[in-house]
């Protein structure tokens, strides 16, 4: 059992840049792969990030390639998401989820992972 707590979010203009953070709760933390997700409203959840227990493998979507990075934080019980270059199409509340097994290339599915955070609401203004 694990626990995710997000924070980070808020209001920022196009541009600017944000890092959000998902805070684990339980021992098993490390053995975790961990991903983020998003949902806009109105929307359906989609895969924004993800990575492996050992940081080995990091998955994307293509249309935050090369302005976010993910990553995490063994000692601190903490994965990152580092968003840069924003638009308003990010617009979304963003959502943490921990994965019990091994992170594959088909871990884009909200379906493949078994514990959630609340969400954290990234507002960018045009």
């Known amino acids: 059992q694990v626990q995710l707590v997000e924070s980070g979010g808020g209001l920022v203009q196009a541009g600017g840049s944000l890092r959000l953070s998902c805070a684990a709760r339980?021992?098993?933390?490390?053995?975790?792969?961990m991903g983020w997700f998003r949902q806009g409203l109105g929307k359906e959840r989609e895969f924004v990030a993800a990575i492996s227990a050992s940081g080995g493998l990091i998955l994307y979507t293509d249309s935050v390639k090369g302005r976010f990075t993910i990553s995490r934080d063994a000692g601190k019980n903490t994965v990152y998401l580092q968003m840069n270059s924003l638009k308003h199409e990010d617009t979304a509340v963003y959502y943490c989820?921990?994965?019990?097994?091994?992170?594959?290339?088909?871990?884009?599915?909200?379906?493949?992972?078994?514990?959630w955070g609340q969400g954290t609401q990234v507002t960018v203004s045009s």
């Open positions: 339980g021992r098993t933390f490390s053995t975790y792969a």
């Open positions: 989820a921990a994965k019990v097994s091994a992170l594959t290339y088909s871990s884009r599915r909200p379906g493949a992972y078994d514990y």
